[in-house]
């Protein structure tokens, strides 16, 4: 009998492979009295220098695959590992209450780890987990008991884990991994974007693999379908072979089109964009067609530091990929960050619902500094190529009026400088709150472009936090009130003359793509894995019949009607 | 013995980057080194307990230099914290 998991489609494409579980090891630490010391003493010493040496083995790796930034959280960790008190704390306990060195070591721990656990800095509370980490890894030497890390594995397999950490992320290596499926997570989750990137067919969010998955039994990820099928019989494993080789066909053929235009039927042209988080993304983004970068998420530079990025490594960032994309479109979100996104260097105040809270241009705009080193940064840079900024969660028309000022005024201040400025930079917004929706036209007479961010635009329309898996049935993209939301955007934006893009999950959804198509859409933006399936279904559509459905589709009263009714025009 | 305090005027105060930096600085000094911060008084060649102090920018530290190599270790340091900002 075939076990079948139902999950999140995360990452399209079919694996097949063995599983491997990601554990968190069990280290169940008893308190036992013990009469010889010394032994103990031993045993202790014996487990730290093997911890000590592992963490300079992973923390040396890290260094040659990534970054020293990336490193610095080991190097952090073997500072925890050699620090004198602890160690004196530890062996303190054994030598006085002749007790065994695991409890002995998790008394020490715990006592920092609640001390820092209580302090009001977000930043100090987070080194919490670091000293639980570093203690995780004695006690395993001590217990005998093997951590897991995507490190140690060897052969082809299929992840399954409760979810992945972004430590365990800078592990992973593509060659070996074939796919993963994690317990919790939704299709925006940390790891469904990394699956995406990695083009790993992923699930997300089965609730169940941890518990029904052992180690080594045979796992298909249908990473299209969200299905994870355990064991299965010889007659499935067949159908999902001849699947995975059609997948790998269509991939093939699918790159024979990374130097087409995406062009209907009809010949209507409509730009494939890429979404982007580093420099280094672009290169993807061109060999699998991306015509333009319609998002350039810059929060990259300025997480995973100490400090705020200057604005000089900002200039070299947004210089390289404006070289890199050649005179094409690049359009830069600024900064948006706070709310869930939180910066160590940056104290903001708990707020009780982040989503509702100080982020993005309410942030940026509160930081003036901040934002002004964004903005001259990106002026500087604006010569290399064809650069459109773009300002994250407007609200009101005063916001975008405020923002541009401030353009406004560090270009003067460059051109005072004598620093070459672009004459030509367009200034746009997000989409994604219904205040700018219902006031479209309002906005489309002063902004440049929009940019539908759909993911925010559903979660502020529904009222629904899309990290929260409890009501994540309310992520609805084809609910027609926001398809109406959509259809409202494109119209007012083009009755200005002004281009609208959407760079959204939904901008790569093949249901949602005619829907988008027929609106009349002119830019679509998404992760560069989906562009080559995007071109390929755009080729086969036909505009004018898809606009002739339009009022049908909008007329309709769920979002499950839609998708039948999608589905419908396909057969 | 030597006692000097500082200010720390950047708005960081004591993080985990110049924490860090502080702790491997002071480690291979024979020297007893602590740093005193609101009545509270840590090894300073202990990362957890220079860190759980919370030490905020724009806060008054003392650092206690007590053994052999005192004058040699409160120089260092010394060049360490005005680098990251600390003024005395």
Known sequence: MNKILQGIAASNGISIAKAFRLENAELTVLKESISDVSTEIDRLQNALSLSRSELTTIQKQTQEKFSDQEAAIFSAHVLVLDDPELRAAITDTIQTQHVNAEYAVQEAANLYVSIFEAMDDPYMRERAADIRDVTKRILSHLLGVSIQTPEDITQEVVIIAEDLTPSHTVQLNPELIKGFVTDIGGPTSHSAILARTLEIPAVVGSKTAMAMIQNGEIIIVDGEAGKVIVNPDAETLAVYQEKQQAFAKQKAEWQLLANEPAITLDGHRVELAGNIGTPDDVENVLKNGGEAIGLFRTEFLYMGKEQFPTEDEQFEAYKSVLEQMNGSATIVRTLDIGGDKELPYLQLPHEANPFLGLRAIRLCLDHEEMFRTQLRALLRASIYGNLRIMFPMIATINEFRQAKELFLDVKQQLISERIEVSETIQLGIMVETPAVAILADVFAKEVDFFSIGSNDLIQYTMAADRMNEHVSYLYQPYNPSILRFIKMIIDAAHKEGKMVGMCGEMARDETAIPILLGMGLDEFSMSASSILRTRSQIQKLSKVTLENQIDHILSLSTADEVLHFIKSLDS | ?88
Not at chain 2, 62 to 68: H, K
Request: charged share 25%; proline share 2%; hydrophobic share 40%.
């Open chain 2, 1 to 88: 013995m030597i006692k000097k305090q500082f200010v720390f005027s950047n708005g960081e105060g004591l993080h985990a980057r110049p924490a860090a930096q502080l702790v491997a600085a002071a480690t291979p000094f024979k020297s007893e080194l602590s740093l005193e911060y609101k009545e509270k008084k840590v090894n300073l060649k202990s990362i957890l307990g220079v860190m759980s102090l919370g030490v905020a920018g724009g806060s008054t530290i003392t650092l206690i230099a007590d053994g052999e190599d005192e004058i040699d270790a409160m120089n260092k340091l010394e060049e360490l914290l005005r680098s990251e900002g600390a003024e005395d």
